[in-house]
């Protein structure tokens, strides 16, 4: 795809594409680290720049999961829904079917078309829940 635009297919480019497919989500700092472990002279501002040529490119997509950075993964994996606990952060994956009916009641409604493949859900998770007795 990066050839077919007239783009090289770098050695940097590879690595930070194959971070975001080997660690799921995951922010450009973790990309980073990753990166860094293979090719210990690629910075921060270059893994950034290369995330934002592989979203432009639609090889990845970008969530926003907390208030920090935005979380990445590889575009081309089923659209989903992110449930992000609060308390230990874990986040796991629904089916945006759960969402269509809120969807497509915001669009009859008002006209809004929800990006599905973007929305974050926070709450606590079973397992946190279970552990800390809340209700």
């Known amino acids: ?11 940097q480019r590879q690595l930070v594409l194959q ?3 080997d660690l799921g989500h995951a922010t450009p700092e ?12 690629v910075n921060i ?14 090889l990845v ?3 926003h999961l907390s208030h920090g950075s935005p979380t990445y993964h590889a575009a081309g994996e089923h659209q989903h829904v992110h449930l992000v606990c609060r308390e230990c952060g874990a986040i796991d994956e629904i089916s945006p079917e759960m969402l269509r009916p809120l969807a497509d009641q915001l669009d ?3 006209g809004f078309q929800v ?5 974050a859900l926070f709450g606590v998770c079973g397992r946190c829940t279970q552990d800390g007795e809340r209700t």
């Open 61 to 63: 997509t970008h969530t």
């Open 1 to 11: 795809m990066l050839r077919s635009r007239g783009l090289r297919l770098t050695a």
């Open 30 to 41: 973790q990309v980073h680290t990753a990166v860094r472990e293979v090719a210990a002279g």
């Open 115 to 119: 990006d599905i493949g973007h929305v």
């Open 19 to 21: 971070a975001v497919l």
């Open 108 to 110: 009859e409604q008002r």
């Open 45 to 58: 501002t270059t893994i950034y720049r290369t995330l934002e040529l592989l979203e432009r490119l639609g």
